[in-house]
């Protein structure tokens, strides 16, 4: 069965964060790699392939959300992905609402070297009230490197740090949430997976990227690809499952 026809192979997904982390640019990379052709991978990146009104192109910035279908291909089988890319800028959060709504799952963007602001919040509010699966990109990795020049003891402290605070967030949205239940006299069902920080690496829902450039990785992946080049399989994955890990918790 073709992912069109079968519902279980399509997977709405938003883009949110706080203005200016990276959605946009991002959003390019995944269309040039899942969108048939719709971009160059040369332009991604640049090109802004999401903010298709003029005014967005002129002043750079994300004013409406728009959509594109995506093809992923996955071993459970050919998906179709609905890509939403939301705008951060506070004046269009009806814009951002409506994209989470329409979703149920979504990729909340923060960028590595300014790290959790306003609207990154409000992100991680809208995500939880829709009940979306949601997935943490640390962007703009390079300039922890470039502009920062952080070594790598201070950029993994501020990757840690900027973590930890998606998780406070989240968590004080999970005990609000069940308190307004228990009010309401409406106990929610007990879910094991409450009581663990939502976003953790070694789940392998935190990814590190840099959009400009497109290159992303996930712990597990990265491992993967270190242990290939270095001939070091077993023990880099006994590292990543081990020390780097619970480190980065
Ligand atoms: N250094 C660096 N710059 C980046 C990266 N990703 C995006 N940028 C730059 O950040 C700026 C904003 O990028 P956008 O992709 O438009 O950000 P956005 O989150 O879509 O912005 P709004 O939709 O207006 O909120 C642009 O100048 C990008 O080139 C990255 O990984 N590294
Ligand atoms: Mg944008």
Redesign the pocket.
């Known amino acids: 069965m073709s992912s069109v026809a079968d519902p279980r192979l399509v997977r709405n997904t938003c883009i949110m964060?706080?203005?200016?982390?990276?959605?946009?640019?991002?959003a390019d990379h995944l269309v040039a790699s899942g969108g048939g052709g719709l971009l160059n991978p040369k332009l991604a990146?640049?090109a802004?392939f999401m903010?298709h009104l003029p005014e967005e192109q002129r002043r750079?910035?994300?004013m409406k959300s728009s959509s594109v279908a995506l093809r992923h291909a996955h071993h459970t089988g050919v998906h179709r992905v609905h890509l939403i890319?939301?705008?951060?800028?506070a004046d269009f959060c009806s814009e951002v609402s409506a994209a989470a709504r329409l979703s149920d799952s979504a990729l909340i963007?923060v960028d590595a070297a300014k790290g959790v602001r306003v609207q990154t919040h409000a992100a991680l509010r809208q995500a939880f009230v829709e009940r979306l699966c949601p997935c943490l990109v640390l962007?703009?990795?390079?300039?922890l490197i470039?502009?920062l020049r952080l070594t790598p003891e201070e950029a993994y402290a501020r990757l840690r740090r900027i973590v930890d605070a998606v998780n406070s967030i989240y968590s004080e949205l999970r005990s609000h949430s069940y308190f307004s239940s228990l009010l309401q006299d409406d106990r929610p069902g007990s879910d094991e997976e409450e009581d663990e920080d939502a976003f953790q690496p070694q789940k392998g829902n935190v990814v590190f990227?840099?959009?400009?450039?497109g290159w992303g990785f996930r712990i597990h992946s990265f491992a993967e690809l270190y242990a290939e080049k270095h001939k070091e399989g077993g023990q880099l994955r006994r590292a990543s499952q081990g020390a780097v890990g619970p480190v980065l918790r």
């Open positions: 964060a706080h203005v200016d982390d990276g959605k946009t640019s991002l990146g640049s802004r903010d750079a910035i994300t890319d939301s705008p951060g800028h963007v962007n703009k990795l390079d300039r470039t502009e990227a840099c959009a400009r450039d």
